[in-house]
């Protein structure tokens, strides 16, 4: 990987402090979708394990069921990195808009 998650063009922030957040956050993701995207997503929790695992988990296979329910295409990539000193972040951005941009 020649370039960091955090450089990718993003189209909206989450910032998720709960389970509930990420259900939310996911709902409004697949409602507004990935096709025809040159951004993506990106994803904050806060550095607590425990609650950043569960929130990753939420959005991750969210994501991929409410495609599949909404019979778009689900070749969505993500990355989960440390984004400052008190945030996990997941960015989340289609396949095809990751070619678009030459990554």
């Known amino acids: 990987m020649d370039f960091h998650p955090k450089d990718l ?6 910032d998720l ?5 990420a259900a939310s956050a996911v709902e409004d993701m697949v409602k507004i979708g990935f096709q025809d995207k040159n951004e993506g997503f990106r994803v904050l929790m806060p550095k607590e ?3 950043a695992k569960r929130i990753g988990y939420t ?3 969210g994501v991929t069921h ?3 329910q909404k019979n778009e ?7 989960t990195y440390h984004h ?3 945030h996990y972040a997941i960015v989340l951005i289609s396949n095809s808009a990751l070619t678009k941009l030459g990554f």
């Open 49 to 51: 394990s425990k609650i």
């Open 9 to 14: 063009p993003i189209f909206k922030t989450y």
């Open 66 to 68: 409410g495609l599949r």
């Open 17 to 21: 402090k709960d389970e509930k957040d």
């Open 59 to 61: 959005v991750t296979t």
């Open 84 to 86: 400052d000193s008190d």
């Open 73 to 79: 295409i689900r070749d969505v990539r993500y990355w």
